[in-house]
């Protein structure tokens, strides 16, 4: 460790290790974290709220699995007596009576929600530009956008504003602001983390998970609130298991598929990718190139499915049990929930509806083609860099079209995770790999990203 | 199947369906949006979906209940209910009137 060094930029493993051979104090970290916060927080508007228990509750969580270690959380998921807005101006004043599942179970565990991260209003949007509260810049490059929706914890855990971030997942949101602020991104399988307490978008794809230093620290956070829930129903009813366990494994003999390899205007990540799959080579994986079904349909696919869900989602939005009068939603979540309404709508569902989820079985079919060939699938995350600030508003499907490289997997349910494989010297920016497996086999995901990424020089934390 | 035609007459029409107040600005912007977005949308009728069904969810779940009983700390008291309501009277929340004296 170089001296100027502090200690909130630790991973979450190196912390937690710190605390326990007492080379490290609690108190040490949180001196460091909350002048990191207030030298960075404003200019980088990450936090829209900050929890001012935070270092006591972490002083009393000394015996615990996360030892009181600070880790930040998007502001849609429903924190008991913490304001919760979800970026948008109808929720600017919301104080939820109740607690999601996830920050339950992180806290009980010892996780110290030390503020809520900024998002796209409603998480709608693959910028955080969409914020009622304003863009979060990327800590990376303050030019460029974090990504989104999770853009303001993907940001957090880039400024070592935290040790690990939570954030959701729709299509995207987690792995594409990971890939533009260089960090590690989980997304499990669709119903393998309960959605109760999270503000909903697209209840049939909304994951949660986790924005980490490294896939380590990413199963670290994952192992406290994966699992079942009698409070969701779409939550996968057997015991999850430990994720930690799938560290450190021999990948020899693993079958890797490059998808989306030929892709027009996707040359330079790809060639880039390539080049660093070699690793994985060397560690005995057989990789090869293959087919996928052309990601293109899968824009139309989210963006149908995704909108009828959101205006299904955002009509609870009354103004009568709580937040502000529909006449205060964004331009964003009005075009969201006039389109979802018109799609399925009587005369237009079965020509776009119906259609849509058509093509999602199309998307699941090939997978499980596919998945008949190879354990593990692996494509760029994102077309390439991060988009400078101000990109979003050049087209109403500016998400759709970053995030296109992960809506087949987000629309079929499938685990994948971010994983960065290239830093511009120049603009400080990353580009992120983004692994996939079946549904249910987070462990092959983890295996693979953490052989990936242990073996390469692009994480900035584990090789600084 | 031809092109969707969105012109500003349907987008109020939705508008009024989902309960967002817009103004004439905002519907011809909106109009035009849709267009945008429905065209690129449209790619999916050049795929061949004769031979499949519809996918409305993807983890084979069926039939999930949990058991019908009050569990503590699941709900909701009446302050607690109440809590976060913009306008509440007598321990009820006050909502937008709907029917008027000729609908009587």
Redesign the interface.
């Known amino acids: 460790m170089d001296n100027k060094m502090t200690f909130n930029q630790l991973t979450l493993k190196e912390a937690l290790d710190g605390l326990a051979d007492a080379s490290l104090t609690i108190e040490e970290l949180y001196r460091d974290l909350n002048l990191a916060i207030k030298e960075k927080n404003q200019f980088y508007n990450i936090y829209l709220n900050l929890n001012d228990q935070a270092e006591q509750q972490a002083v009393l969580a000394q015996d615990t699995q996360l030892k009181g270690l600070p880790i930040a959380v998007k502001d849609n998921f429903c924190t008991k007596n913490l304001p919760t807005t979800a970026s948008s101006r109808i929720l600017e004043n919301f104080i939820p009576q109740y607690e999601s599942t996830v920050t339950d179970r992180l806290q009980k565990a010892g996780g110290v929600i030390v503020g809520k991260t900024n998002l796209d209003a409603w998480a709608h949007g693959s910028s955080t530009e969409t914020s009622d509260f304003g863009p979060t810049l990327n800590p990376r490059n303050p030019q460029h956008l974090p990504g989104g929706s999770s853009g303001g914890s993907a940001a957090a855990v880039a400024a070592d504003l935290c040790l690990a971030a939570i954030g959701s997942e729709t299509a995207g949101s987690i792995r594409q602001p990971a890939a533009w602020c260089g960090t590690v991104g989980l997304k499990p399988s669709y119903g393998r983390v309960s959605r109760f307490g999270v503000i909903a978008m697209a209840s049939s794809t909304d994951s949660p998970g986790v924005i980490a230093k490294t896939v380590e620290d990413a199963c670290l956070v994952l192992d406290t609130f994966a699992g079942p829930d009698p409070r969701d129903a779409t939550c996968k009813p057997e015991v999850a298991p430990k994720f930690t366990s799938f560290l450190d494994q021999d990948i020899k003999g693993l079958k890797i598929g490059v998808i989306y390899h030929d892709l027009k205007g996707l040359e330079e990540t790809n060639e880039k990718l390539a080049q660093e799959l070699a690793i994985l080579s060397q560690l005995g994986a057989r990789v090869e190139k293959a087919e996928a079904l052309d990601p293109h349909y899968a824009i139309g696919v989210y963006t149908v499915v995704q909108r009828a869900e959101v205006s299904s989602n955002l009509a609870r939005f009354d103004g009568v049990r709580y937040g502000k009068d529909r006449s205060f939603f964004g331009d964003e979540a009005k075009r969201r929930i006039m389109l979802g309404t018109f799609t399925l709508s009587k005369g237009y569902s079965e020509q776009y509806y119906n259609l849509a989820q058509k093509v999602r079985t199309l998307y699941l079919n090939d997978f499980a083609k596919l998945f008949k060939k190879y354990d593990v699938l692996v494509s760029p995350s994102s077309p390439g860099f991060a988009k400078k600030l101000g990109a979003s508003a050049s087209s109403p499907m500016f998400g759709e079209l970053e995030d296109m490289l992960l809506e087949a997997s987000s629309v079929s349910g499938l685990p994948g995770i971010n994983v960065p494989y290239y830093q511009d010297p120049d603009s400080q920016l990353f580009l992120g790999a983004n692994f996939i497996a079946p549904m249910w086999r987070e462990d092959l995901v983890i295996k693979v990203a953490d052989a990936f990424e242990k073996n390469s020089k692009w994480n900035t934390w584990r090789n600084r | ?1 031809s092109k ?1 035609n969105i012109d500003q007459k ?2 109020k029409h ?2 009024e ?6 103004s004439d600005a ?1 519907s011809q912007q ?1 109009a035009k ?2 267009s ?3 065209s ?6 050049s ?1 061949d ?1 004769s031979q ?8 084979g ?1 069926k039939n ?3 058991e019908d009983k009050v569990v503590e700390g ?1 709900s ?1 008291t009446q302050a ?2 109440l ?5 509440v009277q007598d321990g009820f ?4 009137q709907v029917l008027n004296a000729e609908d009587n």
């Open positions: 199947m969707q349907l987008v939705v508008a369906l989902a309960h967002i107040p817009i905002e909106l949006d849709f945008q977005t429905l690129v949308v449209d790619q999916l009728k795929a979906v499949v069904s519809t996918t409305h969810q993807v983890t779940l999930i209940t949990r699941w909701f607690e209910a809590a976060n309501a913009p306008h929340f006050l909502v937008p």
